[in-house]
């Protein structure tokens, strides 16, 4: 895992610090935004060491809060960078119909970024985003049941199919797609 982070922030850095073209400097994109449904998963069920079954009730899930920042070199149709995402998942815990307890599970995920214009006008731009990293989940449970706590490291990637966004220095933009940050994406970015 500490390989893979070393990778994209060095290529990250790369990028940002790559050769301006006609003296013109890299466009810089910082972007926050909200997805709704990942493939995201939490555990639903748990056995004890004498083989008692817990399971989950009914499970909430916060959706994906991320960040990203991308650097464009000006007149190029790629935009490459790095996105961090945090998503919740809750659930109470039953054992024999009775509710015993709760857990959350956190989910965190460090993702390297290419997006991909397929067409641009003044405001408007239609593209594709690709996204390659991991992340890590902590699960946590309540007093009495803090047995079944854990935490595992995953690869994790997202593929937006449409990216569609408006505005020049400050705007909003919807993603769809399938991944860790959200089958479907909005959020707002400011560029300088």
Request: aromatic share 20%; with cysteine.
């Amino acid at each position: 895992m500490n390989k893979a982070i070393y990778f994209l922030a060095s290529m990250f850095l790369c990028l940002s610090a790559s050769a301006q073209d006609e003296g013109e400097s890299s466009i810089h994109t910082v972007k926050a935004t909200y997805g709704w449904n990942t493939y995201q998963e939490i555990p639903t069920g748990f056995r004890d060491q004498d083989e008692t079954l817990f399971y989950a009730g009914e499970i909430s899930v916060t959706g994906v809060y991320a960040l990203s920042w991308t650097v464009k070199q000006p007149y190029s149709n790629y935009e490459f960078g790095l996105s961090v995402g945090y998503e919740r998942s809750s659930a109470p815990l039953f054992r024999d119909q009775s509710q015993v307890g709760s857990y959350n599970v956190d989910h965190y995920l460090i993702l390297g970024q290419m997006h991909f214009d397929y067409w641009t006008s003044d405001k408007w731009r239609l593209g594709a985003n690709f996204f390659l990293g991991g992340g890590w989940d902590s699960g946590n449970f309540s007093e009495g049941v803090e047995r079944f706590n854990y935490t595992q490291v995953d690869y994790h990637y997202q593929i937006d199919a449409l990216s569609l966004s408006y505005g020049e220095k400050v705007g909003f933009e919807l993603n769809a797609g399938y991944g860790a940050l959200g089958y479907i994406r909005g959020g707002f970015f400011h560029r300088f």
